[in-house]
């Protein structure tokens, strides 16, 4: 599976927005996956004031990634093309990158963005 930004927010913070079906698919998972895109995402958040981290962006990345055993998923220009791709159904192009990279990887997504279904990812809320 690859958590999605906000999905990845909600796992350094505890937050109970992250289902009990996802935080124990998480849990129990071999393997948990997040985009490289998240780290742009996360830091251009911090950065314009929209996103509160209890370090700079850089080291918040890397020790939420250490804590939580998650690998990290680089982009590469199949899965820019494959986000070229697709139906323009979401205008942010870091979540089209996370939807190319799931469909290519054969990987479910957590998140709480509904129209991350309609490309034909499967989706855990």
Known sequence: MILDTCALLWLAMGSE????????????????YVSSISAFEVAVKAAAGKLK???????????TIEHHGLSVLPIDADICLKAAERPPVHRDPADRLIVATAL???KAVVTADRRFADYGVEVLR
């Open 104 to 106: 290519l990887r054969g």
């Open 17 to 32: 927005e992250l289902s009990r079906e996802a935080r124990h698919r998480i849990d129990t998972a071999p393997v948990v």
């Open 53 to 63: 981290l209890p370090t700079p962006a850089g080291p918040w990345w890397i020790g």
